[in-house]
């Protein structure tokens, strides 16, 4: 009798641990902007991007659950430069659009008020690329303005790890459907420091994120109250 106990008790606890357990695909939008140090007439203005991977829950208790995701993510900014001198003195501007790729990877604690959830927890961000499209307008004092673009694909000047915190809330239908909202604070510096020696000033910038997503949960889901 004990050997057949301690045959079925793993068997129960894994049936037990995967009613617990949901996974799924979800995708979304990002609304994205940075924040810190601003040099000059530098104006960063926030950019829409999108986010798309897949979110694990497990509940642990009855109100609590840990939940992780692995998730491609384009944050970045928009960014305007005014009153600007080029060679041989023209007065111009600067614009363009900067574009950071993500791999994010949010750990969160999960509190679950009947199909209501709530999130806390830390964010890691691991860059895998970048594209900065910058347009510069020259304006001569005769003729037409002098307009050239120019195009960085190079994460030479940016961290490949971004450390921050993640809050968010959402709702998850009966069927499995999840509606969520989350605000994404970066904490660490997005900057690499200048090279020792440089006399050149290096910016201190967080990335800030806010992401509305909807997905869908196979397994464990709630049950009706």
Known sequence: MKKYFLFILPVIVSVNVFAQFSFGPKVGINYS????????????????????????????????????????????????????????????????????????????????????????GPLISLLIGESNKETI??????????????????TSGFNVVDIGAALGVGYQTKSGIDFGVRANFGISNINKPAPKGSTNSVPTNNNRCFQASIGYAFGGKKKSK
């Open 33 to 120: 902007n940075i924040t810190g140090t601003i040099f000059y007439n530098y104006k960063p203005n926030y950019l829409i991007g999108f986010n798309a991977g897949i979110f694990v829950d497990f509940k642990s208790a009855d109100v609590f659950s840990f939940h992780s995701e692995l998730d491609y993510s384009i944050k970045g900014y928009k960014y305007n430069i005014n009153g600007l001198f080029f060679y041989p003195g023209y007065p111009g501007s600067m614009s363009g659009t900067n574009t950071l790729k993500y791999l994010d990877i949010p750990i969160l604690l999960q509190a679950n008020v009947a199909r209501f959830y709530f999130q806390t």
């Open 137 to 154: 307008t020259q304006n001569p004092p005769t003729g037409s303005p002098i307009v050239k673009t120019y195009t960085d694909v190079s």
